[in-house]
């Protein structure tokens, strides 16, 4: 049995050191009360190495990754000094990048390879539109291909562990709106998702998480579901008792 991946993305949050600490510890008690299931920590670029230093259980990860070596890049963050940083995830192409930065599935799709060519684990999301998701899940399938091709372009000639890889299906529209998937179209998609990756890059068994507005309440009827290897959380990763119960949710 894979086990199940919850990935707690705190996006721009906290404000300091100390809270990042703090908050490291808690989730990775948490980690370690429920080993039956996979965590991974994902703080701002400044408190990765500090929350490496406190946690045990849990993994570290990125939010975001640079393609390139080292070198004149200012402002990013590459591969290399997340491995440095013992980062063992990082994540790709997250809607809110994609939006407010205008990250392009050209670019996505090279973090993407550079990661995957240094044994950097990488969590690629993928998601589409409201205006998409009115269209019909047909309409929905059309854009996840598309976004699934040009970010995993390449990938195919790479010979990789399938643990590297792991793909978020993130509707834009349940992103922090308190308004998640349905599980039944979430299964629909995340099986789809395993079709295109074995078929069309000869990946299997990589797993396939859910993300968008994911709290203790409804973790359980994403997480109860087979297909569904986890899930990437926002919100509910900040508040570590109720990040702990969807770690829960995934043991069961
Ligand atoms: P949310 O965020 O859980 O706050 O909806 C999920 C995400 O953006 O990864």
């Known amino acids: 049995m894979i086990k199940k991946l919850i990935v707690a993305n705190w996006k721009s949050n906290p404000d300091s050191v100390g809270r990042a600490i703090a908050l490291a510890k808690k989730i990775d008690k948490s980690a370690e009360r429920f080993k039956k299931t996979e965590v ?3 703080p701002p670029a400044p408190f990765i190495m500090s929350v490496g230093s406190v946690i045990k259980y849990a993994k570290l990860g990125a939010q975001n990754v640079f393609w390139g070596n080292l070198g004149p ?3 990013e963050v590459s591969w290399r000094q997340l491995q440095y940083a013992k980062v063992s995830y990082a994540i ?4 809110e ?5 205008g990250e392009t599935d050209g670019m996505i ?4 390879l ?3 060519k240094n044994g950097l684990g990488v969590i690629l999301c993928v998601g589409e539109p409201k205006q998409v998701r009115r269209r019909g899940m047909a309409a929905v399938r059309i854009f996840i291909s598309n976004q699934l091709t040009k970010d995993l372009k390449g990938i195919r000639s790479l010979v990789i562990s399938y643990k590297l890889l792991v793909v978020a299906y993130e509707p834009i529209w349940a992103i922090g709106s308190g308004k998640p998937d349905r599980p039944e179209d979430t299964v629909e998609i995340v099986n789809f998702i395993k079709e295109i990756l074995a078929s069309r890059f000869q990946i299997l068994n990589s797993r396939i998480l859910y993300g968008g507005s994911v709290n203790p309440q409804n973790a359980r009827s994403f997480l109860s579901k087979q297909e569904i ?3 990437l959380v926002g919100g509910a990763s900040l508040k570590p008792a109720e990040f702990e119960k969807i770690i829960k949710a995934a043991s069961a």
């Open 109 to 112: 799709n090279k973090k993407v």
């Open 92 to 95: 790709a192409g997250h809607s």
């Open 114 to 116: 550079a990661c995957l």
């Open 73 to 75: 890049y200012t402002g």
């Open 40 to 42: 991974i920590i994902a």
């Open 229 to 231: 290897n986890g899930a």
């Open 97 to 101: 990048r994609r939006r407010l930065l």
